[in-house]
């Protein structure tokens, strides 16, 4: 009940092309949602969140779409970059408790 | 600010060799992690620590241990290294006040031949 299914493995993307990544949680008692961001020879880094309280965030190009009936969230990346070429991460917790992460995807935006 | 700061960067160890993987924290984190990071299998944690002389296991323990002496340090020892340790290891922390954010060390890739 604590895995949380990510997918794309992989994505390729035109530039000013749109990406979306999508991750499946089954625990209902998830109650966060953050998106780590990690490029190569780095540590991953907090891109964006957001808690079930709303059904969207948006940052930026960057927006989350959460479906709490369906058990799912996904990462929309608006006027996607060169740029925005790296690993990103879907996670979910509970009431703070340690963070399960997704299986990651790696995005490739081509110029 | 140095953040959470990991060394070594790369290492190659022998079958059967030990080390340990050094963790620091300046940001006065309650809260400290180590994962290890595999292609396509996503970050799994190895140990977790909720405050000095603190410490859990998390998904992965087998053939790690860890201490917490200080706030600051969290250092990960591997004993009679396998091939199955090869990976990217992570050290993470964040506050307690704060219910999500990771802060991330840069990694450690450690090689087991």
């Known amino acids: 009940q604590q895995q949380v299914k990510q997918s794309p493995q992989s994505l390729i993307v035109q530039k000013g092309g749109i990406s979306i990544i999508n991750c499946a949680y089954e625990?209902?008692?998830?109650?966060?949602f953050p998106w780590y961001q990690q490029f190569p020879g780095k540590g991953p880094a907090l891109l964006i969140a957001?808690?079930?309280?709303?059904s969207e965030k948006k940052e930026g190009r960057f927006t989350i779409s959460f479906n709490k009936s369906a058990k799912q969230f996904s990462l929309h990346i608006m006027d996607s970059q060169p740029g925005d070429s790296a690993t990103y991460f879907c996670a979910a917790s509970h009431s703070g408790s340690r963070l399960t992460f997704g299986e990651g995807t790696q995005l490739t935006v081509n110029p | 600010n140095a953040g959470v700061t990991q060394t070594p960067k790369f290492r190659i160890l022998k079958i059967g060799q030990s080390m340990t993987l050094q963790c620091t924290q300046d940001m006065n984190h309650n809260y400290m992690y180590w994962y290890r990071q595999d292609p396509g299998m996503g970050l799994k944690l190895i140990y977790y620590?909720?405050?000095?002389?603190?410490?859990d296991k998390g998904e992965v323990p087998n053939g790690y241990n860890v201490s917490r002496s200080t706030t600051e340090d969290f250092p990960l020892r591997l004993e009679l290294a396998a091939p199955s340790q090869t990976s990217v290891y992570f050290c993470?922390?964040?506050?307690?006040?704060?219910?999500?954010?990771?802060?991330f060390g840069e990694g450690s890739r450690l090689t087991v031949l």
């Open positions: 625990n209902t008692a998830f109650d966060y």
């Open positions: 620590s909720v405050g000095a002389g603190i410490t």
């Open positions: 957001i808690r079930p309280d709303v």
């Open positions: 993470a922390s964040r506050n307690y006040r704060d219910t999500g954010e990771l802060f």
